[in-house]
């Protein structure tokens, strides 16, 4: 398989066809939870969607550290990749698969025992908490799979590669659709078949794609001595990848916390926010495809010393996520209850009309959302980790003050504004760590050239 440099060539161009397959990768993974959304909701009811609505955060909690993090130590690998230090790419390659079997195995401990216990603590529905609970177990018992998933992908897309992993992700998306009809329809397994369905596709899918990558990319062909790695480069691994895992996981905390005071307006509001979420979700994942992009540019770029390209590169990135965002806010203004109606066997008024109310407020902080990807990825890829963990902690506060004060005074529609109050915030500190980050950089660059 080829690999692609993103260090010569037109930066738009090269930015927009590398993160295409991403972006279709983003939707067939989004593809896996609108599946079971859209078979529960439908054959077993809106009170089993609520259920599964309801563990999104958490899920998202370990889902974004796990993804955050491997992305980290693969900065490194870009980078390598970029310097055309092969042999160093491959030990980057050999000290991520350690650390991340670490990772799933203190991830799975941490997570599996208190299932019960962090659904109480969000204030779950009592109607929906027997569901909600099958479900959560499930996922924290496919952590592995999210793990050695994500790795695997954030290896090859460092390479230059985005369209491997898509091929895979379409494998599994099918697959999760034929074990959703057979776990749910079939044996009548409700909430939990949607569960098994996820992790047994995924799990399924990450063997593939590993077999595969070893097995057909020749940078990546690994000896007996490129497992031998030293400290220092386990350090320099975690001191990217582990802040960023963090960073993830903060925010992530805020949607928690947003969750813990829709939960408190009762199941409707529970399933109509889920729903208007997962519409939300679908349409954005291009600006995610964009940022994760400008994470494998910045860092082949940084690894080549091509500083002023990474510059050209963000200019291009915020044209293209303005483009975007208008596509979504019309998408959403046209089709936004057709989608939203889709989760729904018999539609229901209240839910479809509360789900548009977030739907209408978002769209038009799509621009910020995107310039706030675009600036995250580029400081991860310069291996900037403390302005993007500062983003997270400012995101966080605003998230939470949003979700508790607005949501006290305006509630519902507090509790909708909170996302894009966040986002706003963030992407203000980050454009400001960028500008530092990227000033300083090529002073330094001038300094070793003089």
């Given at each position: 398989?080829?690999?692609k440099?993103?260090t010569?060539?037109?930066?738009l161009?090269?930015?927009?066809l590398?993160?295409l397959?991403?972006?279709?990768?983003?939707m067939?993974?989004?593809f896996?939870?609108?599946?079971?959304?859209?078979?529960?909701?439908?054959?077993?009811?809106i009170?089993?969607l609520?259920?599964?609505?309801?563990?999104?955060?958490?899920?998202?909690?370990?889902?974004?550290f796990?993804?955050?993090?491997?992305?980290g130590?693969?900065?490194?690998?870009a980078?390598?990749f970029?310097?055309?230090?092969?042999?160093?790419?491959?030990?980057?390659?050999?000290?991520?698969?350690?650390l991340?079997i670490l990772l799933?195995?203190i991830?799975?401990a941490?997570?599996?025992?208190?299932t019960?216990?962090?659904?109480?603590f969000?204030?779950?529905?009592q109607?929906i908490?027997?569901?909600?609970?099958?479900y959560?177990f499930i996922?924290?018992?496919?952590?592995?799979?999210?793990?050695?998933y994500?790795?695997s992908s954030?290896?090859i897309?460092?390479?230059?590669d985005?369209?491997?992993?898509?091929?895979f992700?379409?494998?599994?998306s099918?697959l999760?659709?034929?074990?959703?009809?057979v776990?749910?329809?079939?044996?009548?397994?409700g909430?939990?078949?949607?569960?098994?369905a996820?992790v047994?596709?995924q799990g399924?899918?990450?063997?593939l794609?590993?077999?595969f990558?070893f097995?057909?990319?020749?940078?990546?062909k690994?000896k007996k001595?490129?497992w031998?790695?030293?400290k220092?480069?386990f350090?320099e691994h975690?001191r990217?990848?582990?802040p960023m895992?963090?960073?993830?996981s903060?925010?992530?905390?805020?949607?928690?916390?947003?969750?813990y005071?829709?939960?408190?307006f009762?199941s409707?509001?529970?399933?109509a926010?889920?729903?208007?979420?997962?519409?939300d979700?679908?349409?954005?994942q291009?600006?995610?495809?964009?940022?994760?992009?400008?994470?494998?540019?910045?860092a082949q770029?940084?690894?080549?010393?091509?500083?002023?390209?990474v510059?050209?590169?963000?200019h291009?990135?915020?044209f293209?996520?303005?483009?975007?965002?208008v596509?979504?806010?019309?998408?959403?203004i046209?089709?936004g209850?057709?989608?939203v109606?889709?989760?729904m066997?018999?539609p229901?008024?209240?839910?479809?009309?509360l789900?548009?109310?977030?739907l209408?407020i978002?769209m038009?902080?799509?621009?910020?959302?995107?310039?706030?990807?675009?600036?995250?990825n580029?400081l991860?890829?310069i291996?900037n980790?403390?302005a993007p963990?500062?983003?997270?902690?400012?995101e966080?506060?605003?998230?939470?003050?949003?979700a508790?004060?607005?949501?006290?005074?305006f509630g519902y529609?507090?509790?909708?504004?909170?996302?894009?109050?966040?986002?706003?915030?963030?992407?203000i500190?980050?454009y400001?760590?960028?500008?530092?980050?990227?000033?300083?950089?090529?002073k330094?660059?001038?300094?070793a050239n003089?």
């Amino acid at each position: 398989m080829a690999v692609k440099e993103l260090t010569t060539g037109n930066p738009l161009k090269l930015i927009f066809l590398f993160m295409l397959p991403m972006f279709f990768g983003n939707m067939f993974q989004q593809f896996y939870n609108l599946i079971d959304a859209l078979i529960v909701g439908r054959t077993v009811g809106i009170g089993a969607l609520a259920s599964v609505g309801a563990t999104g955060p958490v899920i998202m909690l370990v889902i974004s550290f796990v993804f955050a993090s491997t992305q980290g130590f693969t900065v490194i690998t870009a980078q390598k990749f970029g310097a055309r230090d092969y042999d160093m790419l491959k030990k980057s390659v050999s000290a991520s698969f350690i650390l991340s079997i670490l990772l799933t195995i203190i991830m799975t401990a941490i997570s599996l025992p208190f299932t019960k216990q962090i659904l109480y603590f969000l204030r779950t529905p009592q109607d929906i908490l027997s569901n909600a609970e099958i479900y959560l177990f499930i996922m924290f018992a496919g952590i592995f799979a999210t793990v050695f998933y994500n790795l695997s992908s954030n290896i090859i897309r460092a390479l230059g590669d985005s369209k491997t992993p898509l091929y895979f992700l379409i494998f599994a998306s099918f697959l999760n659709i034929f074990l959703d009809l057979v776990f749910i329809l079939k044996f009548k397994m409700g909430v939990m078949g949607a569960g098994l369905a996820t992790v047994v596709s995924q799990g399924i899918s990450t063997v593939l794609c590993l077999i595969f990558m070893f097995k057909h990319f020749p940078i990546l062909k690994l000896k007996k001595e490129d497992w031998k790695v030293s400290k220092d480069f386990f350090y320099e691994h975690l001191r990217i990848g582990i802040p960023m895992g963090f960073q993830m996981s903060i925010l992530t905390i805020g949607i928690i916390a947003v969750q813990y005071v829709l939960n408190g307006f009762g199941s409707i509001a529970v399933a109509a926010f889920t729903t208007a979420v997962r519409v939300d979700q679908l349409v954005s994942q291009s600006l995610l495809a964009l940022g994760a992009a400008m994470a494998t540019y910045t860092a082949q770029n940084i690894g080549a010393n091509k500083i002023e390209r990474v510059r050209k590169g963000a200019h291009a990135a915020l044209f293209i996520a303005f483009i975007i965002s208008v596509i979504c806010a019309v998408f959403l203004i046209t089709l936004g209850k057709s989608a939203v109606a889709l989760f729904m066997d018999v539609p229901n008024e209240e839910v479809i009309r509360l789900a548009m109310q977030y739907l209408h407020i978002i769209m038009v902080c799509f621009f910020f959302l995107g310039a706030l990807l675009i600036y995250r990825n580029i400081l991860q890829g310069i291996g900037n980790v403390f302005a993007p963990l500062l983003s997270g902690v400012a995101e966080l506060i605003a998230r939470i003050f949003a979700a508790f004060v607005l949501g006290h005074y305006f509630g519902y529609t507090g509790v909708c504004l909170a996302p894009p109050f966040a986002w706003i915030v963030a992407a203000i500190v980050l454009y400001l760590g960028y500008k530092i980050s990227l000033t300083n950089k090529i002073k330094k660059c001038r300094g070793a050239n003089t």
